[in-house]
């Protein structure tokens, strides 16, 4: 993404919303921090429970854009956002409760309902889950598909499509 484009993102809070009701959207980034800056508009357009899923070989950016969407959900700077590969479930406090979750560790979705996925549903929340080819896409009732692939060391393109038309994405910026 060139810096113009991400300038006119964030100048323009409801940009990554506007796209994402028309359709598919394809960005391409070229540093860590436009990819979190990605993830922050994303987490400033969402204004209701979400489930989203990151998908993504080993290193391609998924938890950076889970700490911009963190950042985008008010979640406080003092809380550091790291991948839950060993923890499962990473929660932190926001405008909306962020439940970051991993499922390569999970066997199946039994193991889901053993973590408290349900309960982590009806909190009306936004739940983020890395590694979603785990579980069966059913059990996790996805709303938004973010898939992020490598292209080069620091070049990232991020697809995001919603799964389903009544995604409600507004800015709270």
Known sequence: MC?????????????IGELLARGRVVLTTASTEETEEVGRLMGCAVSGPLVLTLAGDLGSGKTCFARGLARGLGV?????????????VNEYPGRLPL?????????GGD???????????QEG????VEWPERSD?????TDLVVTIREEGPD???ITMQCVHPDVDLKAQV
């Open 76 to 88: 406080d700077e003092a809380y550091h956002v790291t991948s839950p590969t060993y923890t499962i």
């Open 99 to 107: 439940f970051h979750l991993d499922l390569y560790r999970l066997g």
């Open 3 to 15: 810096r113009s484009m991400a300038e006119s993102m964030t100048q323009h809070s409801s940009y």
């Open 111 to 121: 193991e889901l309902e053993e973590i408290g996925y349900r309960d982590m549903l």
């Open 125 to 128: 929340g936004v739940i983020v």
């Open 137 to 141: 896409d059913t059990e996790l009732g």
């Open 155 to 157: 070049e990232r393109v």
